[in-house]
């Protein structure tokens, strides 16, 4: 009973001592959370009257040029299609970037990362004591780090990836 009534006061002296700097921390991020909101939702405001203003200029100017329902259909139209557009970009790949891996393919992937960094290191070691080519090296090395990098990246971000290391690693002859 002394064992249990020792391990509860040492408990509650663990807890009453830190307890302050966790809630000055929850203040402060409930805080800057706070802060956060408030300028997002004023910079929501201020887009929105934005695309007001805008659709009613563009409403001015097309009425100039033609009947002012048509000038209406035309300004919703193209209302209508940006935020179609914007609806698409929204919900084309957002599945993709919020799954998070299970613990198990996390744990696989970091086994594969590390066999084919020590065949690497080893092909370098083998390559370099038979005086082999850096370029050789360098391309060993970023055919690893893009076998790395590639097994979560898509299409576009595979092709974008694959110019940009062609443009740093391009040299003249």
């Known amino acids: 009973m002394q064992i249990a009534g020792m391990v509860r006061m040492a408990t509650q002296t663990a807890v009453d001592a830190v307890r302050p700097i966790i809630e000055e921390t929850v203040r402060e991020a409930a805080r800057d959370a706070a802060r956060r909101t408030v300028f997002l939702v004023f910079g929501l405001i201020l887009l929105a009257t934005v695309i ?3 659709d009613l200029a563009f409403y001015l100017w097309l009425r100039t040029q ?7 259909l035309v300004v919703a139209g193209v209302s209508l299609v940006l935020m179609g557009v914007a609806m698409l970009i929204t919900f084309s ?3 993709t970037s919020s799954r998070q891996p299970s613990p198990v393919s996390l744990r696989a992937n970091i086994a594969d990362t590390a066999a084919a960094s020590e ?3 080893d092909s370098r070691d083998s390559t370099s004591a038979t005086g082999g080519d ?5 391309a060993a090395d ?3 780090l893009g076998k790395m990098l590639g097994q979560n990246a898509n299409g576009y971000q595979l092709v974008l990836g694959a110019f940009l290391v062609g443009m740093l690693l ?4």
Do not use: Q, T, V
């Open 66 to 72: 033609m009947a002012a329902h048509f000038a209406a």
């Open 93 to 95: 790949g957002g599945s």
């Open 134 to 138: 850096p370029m050789a090296n360098l």
């Open 119 to 121: 065949r690497s290191a």
């Open 142 to 144: 970023a055919e690893a």
């Open 52 to 54: 007001i203003f805008a």
């Open 170 to 173: 391009g040299r003249d002859k």
